[in-house]
């Protein structure tokens, strides 16, 4: 059966996998968004609906404060027994933790912390142990670190002992054991996770080791394969299907090649892949083709047969709920996000945060999941003084984004394009407009560029503003490191406005 890379689209590293019954469950990454870890669920390993959140209440968790990048970083699923367990790092309050749960789909523990170093953390269930693992250093080298605990108080039952140190690329880290044939797996990520991301795996007869190295690695790698699309392919996880048959699920990146240029930057983020495994008569497994991850892949997939995916959204302003896929920036104030569903609107109250700030501005948004998308919003300003500022974003992070709002100066309103990248905030285009009424802001995306134009209803077609590469949006663009991707969102600054339409369209 054939199937299309990536599996989960828009930002969504580090995944981990894990199976129950017929049905597998994925996490991905969060960072400094909220709700906090996704939680996806699939048959086939190809259609993956997202059904939750592993940290719903601000009582499991602290964001506020958190920079660009910081807070969760790849996060552990397992099933073991009715229960589903998930570990990961807050990076920037108190590290390790495992949550858990009977019902994925609804309410997690409280978090449990580990007093463990690193990040990465995983759990290896055997034989009624649990063991953690999790990136370290010793004696200034990057290792893999491992001790037993009790999954359910976080509580060390044996001391942090030094598993391995990688088989010789740089920063190895996303540890996982798995016990097959009687033997013990360690599946690792080497290499860094950019251009020269890898896979890499060793064997044991014990989960503490001594662990040998397999002859063929790095198991996966995109890293010599500079025509492929996809790169920085790696921090794997495994699972075995109803089958008996072996899969991968890995980040990669989609690079925005626009007509034969070679660009090593990218801004959609790092999503997930899915690369069907083998083991080989030697008992060491192989991954994707030949060790490389393409955007159409073929494999015996389980569950029903693979459906395109769509990439795009609709938001339901008349549904009681706002939808799953909405995120806010770090932990928000629920107050200033009303929806309406009898008018079909969601207000939103600006404060005096910007989204110029590491903090939690009144911004709420969705990850931008294809090169070519065009976004529709419509709004209506029900308040505005000097100063208000309301629309919306092509957001990386505080310090990379491209805004097209309404804004007001010395008692004039203004349509304006905004950019900011590095320490540079400026506003690129501006045009005065007639207060009040309903705005409709457009923001047309490709692989090279954002395009920005609105309608203020005056004029029977929508008025391009300005554009900006999306080059200035991309993970490697940053001046400190950083690990997501773009976000498309509202926003609003020290007024009220309502938005009646937020739509993303692939084209
Ligand atoms: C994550 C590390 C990595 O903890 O990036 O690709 C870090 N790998 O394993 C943040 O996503």
Redesign the pocket.
């Known amino acids: 059966m054939k199937y299309t890379n990536p599996i989960i689209s828009g930002m969504n590293?580090?995944p981990s996998i894990c199976r129950a019954g017929n049905d597998f469950y994925l996490v991905t990454?969060s960072f400094e968004y909220y709700p906090v870890i996704p939680i996806y669920k699939s048959q086939n390993l190809v259609n993956w609906e997202q059904i939750g959140y592993c940290l719903t209440r601000d009582s499991q968790l602290k964001l506020n404060g958190c920079k660009a990048s910081g807070g969760i970083?790849?996060p552990t699923i397992r099933y073991e027994k009715g229960i589903f367990f998930v570990t990961a790092?807050n990076v920037s309050d108190r590290g390790n933790f495992i949550v858990h749960t009977e019902n994925p789909q609804g309410e997690w523990s409280d978090p449990v912390f580990v007093d463990q170093e690193g990040?990465?953390p995983s759990i290896f269930l055997d034989e009624g142990k649990t063991y953690f693992l999790s990136t370290g250093t010793e004696n200034g080298k990057n290792c893999i670190c491992m001790c037993e605990i009790n999954p359910f108080t976080g509580e060390k039952y044996t001391n942090t002992r030094v598993i391995s140190y990688g088989c010789g690329g740089r920063f190895p880290?996303?540890p996982h054991i798995y016990r097959i044939w009687n033997k013990y797996y360690l599946l690792l990520?080497e290499g860094?996770?950019e251009y020269a991301?890898s896979v890499t795996i060793q064997r044991s007869e014990h989960p503490y080791g001594p662990y040998e190295e397999a002859l063929g690695n790095p198991i996966l790698t995109n890293r010599n394969d500079s025509d492929n699309d996809i790169q920085c392919t790696?921090?794997g996880d495994l699972v075995e299907d109803v089958s008996g048959r072996w899969w991968m699920v890995c980040?990669g990146v989609r690079v925005p090649k626009y007509k034969d240029e070679q660009i090593m930057l990218h801004h959609l983020g790092?999503e997930t892949f899915l690369a069907p495994v083998c083991w080989k008569k030697d008992g060491w497994p192989s991954a994707g083709i030949d060790g490389r991850i393409y955007k159409e892949m073929e494999g015996d997939l389980p569950g029903p047969a693979p459906a395109a995916r769509t990439d795009s959204f609709y938001a339901d302003f008349h549904a009681p709920k706002l939808q799953m896929e909405f995120n806010y920036l770090r932990n928000p104030v629920f107050k200033n996000y009303q929806p309406d569903a009898g008018r079909g609107e969601l207000t939103l109250h600006g404060t005096e945060r910007t989204i110029n700030e590491a903090a939690s501005p009144t911004w709420i948004g969705i990850r931008q999941k294809a090169f070519q998308i065009v976004l529709n919003a419509k709004m209506r300003a029900e308040t505005g003084a000097d100063g208000m500022k309301a629309g919306v974003t092509a957001y990386y992070n505080h310090e990379y984004h491209y805004d097209l709002f309404l804004t007001r100066q010395a008692g004039q309103y203004k349509v304006q394009l905004a950019k900011h990248v590095h320490d540079i905030y400026m506003t690129a285009a501006s045009i005065d407009v007639e207060e009040g009424g309903e705005i409709e802001f457009q923001i047309r995306a490709d692989r090279k560029k954002y395009t920005f134009l609105f309608n203020t209803g005056i004029s029977e077609q929508f008025i391009e503003l300005g554009w900006g590469l999306t080059a200035g949006l991309s993970t490697a663009g940053t001046h400190s490191m950083s690990?997501t991707g773009v976000y498309l969102a509202l926003f609003a600054e020290n007024c009220t406005v309502s938005f009646s339409e937020f739509s993303m369209t692939r084209f």
């Open positions: 590293p580090d990454s970083y790849a790092t990040i990465d880290e996303a990520a860094g996770t991301h790696g921090h980040l790092r690990f």
